[in-house]
Structures are given as C-alpha cells and as structure tokens.
C-alpha cells in the first residue's frame, strides 16, 4: 500500500513506514486480539466465571497485560525508527548505563517518541520488568 510508505530521507529505494503508523497499526491488531478474547471467554460457562478461588489473578493480569501492551509499543517505535541499530549492545549501551543524549531533542516530550537513545532505552526498561511474569 503506496499511501503507508515515507520517503526514506537517506535516498536510499527501500519502504519506509513511519514508526507512528507502525505502532498504531500494531495497537490496533492487539486491541481486536483482545476483544475477539474477550468475546469468547464470554462462552465460558458461568460457574467456571465465578470461582472465588481466582482472587488477585484477574488483577495480576491485567496488570501483565498492559505492560506488555505498552513493551509492544515501544517495540513498534523501536523497529520503525530503526532504533535498535545504534546501540547493540546490552546491559549497557554502549559504554553507558544511561547515554547522554537520552533527553536531548526540544520540546523533551519528543524524546520519547523520536529520539532513537531514549527510544530504545525506554524499550528496555519495559522489558526488564515484562519478561518475567511472561515467560
């Protein structure tokens, strides 16, 4: 679909989608992932729905569930801006813990969604706390 696709600003003739479109494309597919769950867990019979025995468990997972909705986000802008290119190495990027440019673009809510360090920093602090519960 030609009306997805940027001008790559190197020249260079591969496809090129914006990182937004991206990850609002993925949000979207996770979001009627979920609905299509949730309508069927819907047919599960009504006496299995309400076992007392669940608990904290459908707290839990919600909260499991958002976290890695907003890890697949920032994954989604990752891979759009190509992020994952400048630093590969980890626990450390680079010879930081913390890379200098991380806040450097103005007004600084831009960072987060168009800076590659802060893009990419961001990504892994999600997952250090997502892989866990998920795996």
Do not use: C
């Not at 001008?7 to 494309?25: F, K, Q, T």
């Not at 986000?73 to 992020?83: I, P, T």
């Not at 290119?85 to 626990?91: A, E, F, R």
């Amino acid at each position: 679909v030609k009306s997805g696709l940027d001008n790559d600003p190197h020249g260079a003739h591969s496809p090129r989608v914006s990182h937004y479109r991206l990850m609002a494309h993925l949000g979207s597919a996770f979001t009627l992932h979920l609905g299509m769950l949730w309508t069927g867990l819907q047919y599960f019979p009504a006496a299995a729905r309400s076992v007392p025995s669940y608990g904290m468990l459908p707290v839990l997972t919600a909260g499991v569930a958002g976290l890695t909705f907003f890890t697949a986000m920032s994954g989604a802008l990752v891979a759009g801006l190509d992020a994952g290119l400048i630093y590969n190495s980890y626990p450390k990027m680079g010879d930081y813990w913390v890379p200098p440019e991380i806040l450097s673009m103005q007004p600084t809510y831009r960072n987060f969604l168009d800076n590659l360090t802060t893009v990419q920093f961001d990504h892994r602090i999600l997952a250090v706390p997502t892989h866990p519960p998920t795996n």
